[in-house]
């Protein structure tokens, strides 16, 4: 029989891993709703104790602070990549219970 991690652990978890990432390039590909999927690159600036926020290159040389919440990584609305590499820093799959 598995054992159920309990979130709150997984959201601990995806804090210290980003608060050891702070000033790395992140790729965000982050569910908006109604079939809008927005993808950005930017610099991780802080990971606060509830959300992260990255520094992403605006138009114009502008640049904009995006935050994201940890939860939102744990339900896979949004994901981050490497910007490098393109590879995935979070794979969490949400059971979907069948009725």
């Keep these: 029989m598995e054992t159920e991690v309990p979130s709150v652990n997984r959201v601990d978890e995806i804090h210290e ?3 050891s990432l702070q000033g790395e390039r ?3 590909k982050a569910n908006m709703g109604r079939s809008r999927i927005v993808e950005r690159t930017g610099t991780l600036v802080m990971a ?3 959300l992260f926020q990255l ?3 605006e138009r114009r ?3 904009a602070r995006q935050s994201y ?3 939102d990584v ?4 949004v994901e981050l990549f490497d910007a490098e590499t393109g590879e ?3 794979d969490y799959v949400v059971a979907e219970t069948e009725e």
């Design 17 to 19: 891993k980003l608060a």
């Design 26 to 28: 992140l790729k965000v």
């Design 48 to 50: 606060y104790p509830s």
């Design 55 to 57: 520094e992403v290159d």
């Design 61 to 63: 040389g502008r640049k």
């Design 69 to 71: 919440q940890y939860v």
């Design 74 to 77: 744990l339900t896979g609305t």
């Design 88 to 90: 995935r820093l979070f």
